[in-house]
């Protein structure tokens, strides 16, 4: 895989674009680009690994659901999270064609993805990266959704066994809407991918 032919395919298909080497990075160029502005997240293992709510609610004011501490907060905060200037969040998988990949079982983070803001960035480490669409989907399916559950303890078939989705009913299902994003949304000024050359996310 060429770095450079996925970033020509995310291009080709409405995206801006950049590349950083590692997390530390990304999380820099993110920490100079946004200040004094009201932002959404988006559950990602990346950014938290990243510690971008760290860094950005210094000088900004975040919303960050993962910061509440029952269901009720939670909800509160995914509200507000989807009406921000600014949303940020990562995917579970990316083709080199350019689609991305996104699981969700509450409907926040992929709510947050389509609509409603100025500007979304997406933050994705290269291992997500496969090399067609339908190994996307199966990625999502198989890696991100059954490493996401075990890392909630969640009581899925995929979380105990840890090796792939069992298309469960489980009251715990996180797989509970799979969402394409072919090309940029419509409406949105500017949806840019962060691009990390480090192994970060699921």
């Known amino acids: 895989m060429k770095i450079e032919t996925v970033m020509e395919a995310l291009i080709k298909n409405g995206y801006s674009v950049r590349y950083f080497a590692s997390g530390k990075e990304a999380a820099d160029y993110l920490d100079v680009s946004l200040d004094g502005r009201i932002i959404g997240f988006g559950d990602s293992a990346t950014m938290s690994k990243m510690e971008l709510y760290q860094k950005l609610s210094a000088h900004n004011t975040v919303y960050d659901p993962n910061q509440s501490k029952d269901n009720d907060a939670f909800l509160e905060i995914a509200q507000k999270c ?8 990562s995917v579970n998988a990316m083709s080199e064609t350019g689609e991305l990949v996104n699981i969700d079982g509450t409907g926040n983070r992929i709510a947050g993805s389509l609509f409603g803001h100025k500007k979304i960035y997406f933050i994705i480490s290269t291992n997500k990266i496969e090399s067609t669409l339908e ?20 009581r899925t078939p995929c979380a105990v066994r840890g090796d792939r989705c069992y298309d469960c009913s489980s009251p715990d299902r996180i797989c509970n809407a799979l969402t394409i994003y072919m090309k940029k949304m419509n409406d949105i000024e500017d949806v840019e991918i962060v691009l990390i ?6």
């Open 135 to 154: 190994k996307a989907v199966w990625r999502a399916r198989n890696i991100a959704a059954p490493k996401n559950a075990m890392r909630y303890n969640l």
């Open 82 to 89: 989807l009406t921000t200037d600014i949303y940020l969040t």
């Open 197 to 202: 050359g480090e192994e970060l996310g699921f």
